[in-house]
């Protein structure tokens, strides 16, 4: 796993500013042998990934360190603790705080269990936190997926594409680890009627009675800006995003109705995966069905910021300490569950370093 340059000619766009030109910039980081999930680095440096369960992992996170993917947490440090091991099943939202500790999102469907938060303290290298998320919270089709975390009100949103009509957020207290579901089935988290085409080829499931379906995934997306006032999100296959306040988000106070109230679209966006935002408002994303990088800016215009195809399903982005991008690219399109059972997903896949617009809060 060797940090290597990235060469793709002619694929890097201009972006103005008032005083100056800069261009957006990226290379691969590290060669990764098994497909990345999400991505989130930690304060003091250190890259952690969740590998996605589509490609059936060993391991569910690990730690890029030294150009080796280690297991994480390392639960024989914590022996001490006297804590049983805690098991992980199928992690891939990813994020970590200000105070090193590494939250964790499992959907529990490779083995049917329980969805779960996990918060785990990188600096006692102890578990923090641990949050179920049972039924009617996560009902039998939760896809539990990705999440913003939120260190001034001490909450996590989480996005739940489910079913795709019944698609909601999930609001989570992390205090008291009381959760809600909301927004369930509002026009900003259900899928839009358009399908995902990547190189020419539909994105497809097989049904159990061997039918090629095309996927339609509600809310996925979701990340929230650095004062903590904004969440922003949306449908997986949809062309807008979507935000409202956090304020309002943990208000348990206000009904269904007057919470749908106070969803705004915020700008147009194409059929993508994880984002991630910068301390201008800047809105980075994966463009995936033209194996591209985008960004929504200030503005709410959306363009291109790099194209090329090595950017082939960019997944998940996170700030690291020194106020670079990462993301990953995983290459889901060929996965045998995204390409109706055929397996064509071969690695590389790739840790990538972006070059951002302006710098990020460490592990958003």
Known sequence: MNRVTLSCTALLFAVFTASAETKSDFDVFANLDTGPGNVTATASGRIIMSQHQFYQPQYTVVEYKDRTLLPFPNWEMSAADSTAPLKLDSVLGIRSDSNGVVWMLDNGMRSGVTPKLVGWNTKTNKLQRLIYLPAPIAPKDAFVNDFALDTIHNHAFISDPAGGINAALIVVNLSTGAARRVLQGHYSVVPENVDLLIDNVPIQVKTPA?????????????????ANEWVYFGPMHGLSLYRIRAADLINASLSAEELAGRVERYSDKPISDGISIDRNNNIYLGDLANNAIGVIDPTRKYRQLAQCPRLSWVDSFSFGAGGQL?????????????NGGDNQAKPPYFLLKVKALAAGLPGR
């Open 210 to 226: 061997g039918e090629l379906v095309r996927p339609h995934i509600g809310v996925n997306p979701i990340t929230e800006d650095l």
């Open 326 to 338: 990462y993301a990953v690219v995983n290459r889901l399109h060929r996965s045998a569950t995204l």
